[in-house]
């Protein structure tokens, strides 16, 4: 089955630096990729996605990029801001087959200081 | 929409005893998802429905869990008997068609088992 990792676990930024999360994925199959955001103590919320038919894609400070040959995506946050700060999810999956588990990475906690 | 609901919102009970979550799907969407969530483990799939009917239920822990979708507009996970090890936050999420769809999630159940 598919296996997901994700990097790193925990993130501290100023406010207004950029971060990046990175996640690998093992099944070279997984052709659709979402992205969570879970704040404290509420629901997990799709924040921005992509598919293997496009290498980035971006949605005003985010931003997800993508790799297939290297089996890695990454999001990418700039300009920083308090309410930025949260649990971040990776997941993937192969949306054609007949498997229909989205497999979710560990998660990292952005703090994002003011 | 009121989007996905679930209750309760938390439950507190003794270990040994009988314990039923509800969720109620986005109207329209045919797939339903069952999630646990703790800090060790992450997000873990429990199981999924499609059209009402069981896919996945790989992820079950043990024969203590049970769940059942009698329509498309209700489901049900029991864990019976219930130990301390299940305390964690259960979430339930639906879509529409399996894979490749956002997945709308529910509130969670925090559940506590003394």
């Known amino acids: 089955g598919e296996n997901v990792e994700q990097h790193p676990s925990t993130l501290s930024v100023q406010e207004g630096d950029s971060a990046v999360i990175k996640c690998t994925y093992s099944d070279s199959a997984s052709n659709y990729f979402p992205w969570y955001k879970q704040e404290l103590g509420k629901r997990p919320q799709l924040i921005i996605d992509?598919?293997?038919?496009?290498g980035e894609k971006k949605d005003q400070r985010i931003a997800v990029t993508l790799n297939k040959t290297a089996k890695h995506f990454s999001l990418h946050i700039t300009e920083t801001q308090p309410e930025d700060s949260a649990v971040y999810f990776c997941a993937a999956i192969n949306s054609g087959g007949s498997n229909y588990k989205l497999t979710f990475g560990k998660g990292t906690l952005l703090t994002v200081n003011p | 929409d009121a989007g996905v609901i679930q209750s309760p919102r938390h439950e507190v009970t003794e270990m040994g005893q009988e314990v039923t979550l509800r969720c109620k799907p986005i109207?329209?969407?045919?797939?339903l998802f069952w999630y646990r969530q703790t800090m060790m483990r992450g997000l873990e799939l429990l199981i999924y429905?499609?059209?009402?009917?069981?896919?996945?239920d790989s992820g079950m822990p043990e024969d203590r869990f049970s769940a059942k979708m009698p329509n498309a507009s209700f489901s049900t996970l029991k864990i019976q008997p219930s130990e301390p090890r299940d305390s964690a936050v259960y979430f339930c999420a639906s879509t529409l068609g399996l894979a490749g769809y956002e997945q709308y999630f529910g509130p969670g159940t925090r559940l506590t088992v003394t």
């Open positions: 992509i598919r293997s038919n496009v």
């Open positions: 109207s329209g969407h045919n797939s």
């Open positions: 429905f499609n059209n009402n009917v069981p896919i996945d």
